[in-house]
């Protein structure tokens, strides 16, 4: 089993920065990906950035060109910068965990609590 613990969000306004962190440990195996997914009110959860173990990043639409994801895997930790934030990315920001061949199933792997970021106009 793997924990995550997720800091870093808050109230920016637009056109402002903040970073996320995600922590994880427990049972750390080779072949992982890390992810950050989001929520906004009144919408579906999904994907905003993931990354493999091996450095391969992937991004949702709506956020390339502001948001990175990078990662060290000597402390197991996920890092989402993000920049030109604007009040549609406010949302509940998740974090997870999961190996490669079960990341389709939102059902495995694990998931933090949440962390809120809230963009004002």
């Known amino acids: 089993q793997v924990q995550l613990m997720e800091s870093g969000g808050g109230l920016v306004q637009a056109g402002g920065s903040l970073r996320l962190s995600c922590a994880a440990s427990?049972?750390?195996?080779?072949?992982?990906?890390m992810a950050w997914y989001r929520q906004g009110p009144g919408k579906q959860r999904e994907l905003v950035a993931a990354?493999?173990?091996?450095?391969?990043?992937n991004y949702a639409n709506s956020v390339k060109g502001r948001f990175s994801i990078s990662r060290d895997n000597v402390i197991n930790t996920a890092l989402l910068q993000m920049t030109s934030l604007q009040p549609e990315d406010t949302a509940l920001y998740y974090c997870?965990?999961?190996?490669?061949?079960?990341?389709?199933?939102?059902?495995?792997?694990?998931w933090g609590q949440g962390t809120q970021v809230t963009v004002s106009s």
């Open positions: 990354i493999t173990d091996t450095g391969i990043p």
């Open positions: 427990g049972s750390i195996r080779s072949g992982n990906v």
């Open positions: 997870r965990y999961c190996l490669g061949y079960e990341c389709t199933d939102w059902a495995s792997g694990s």
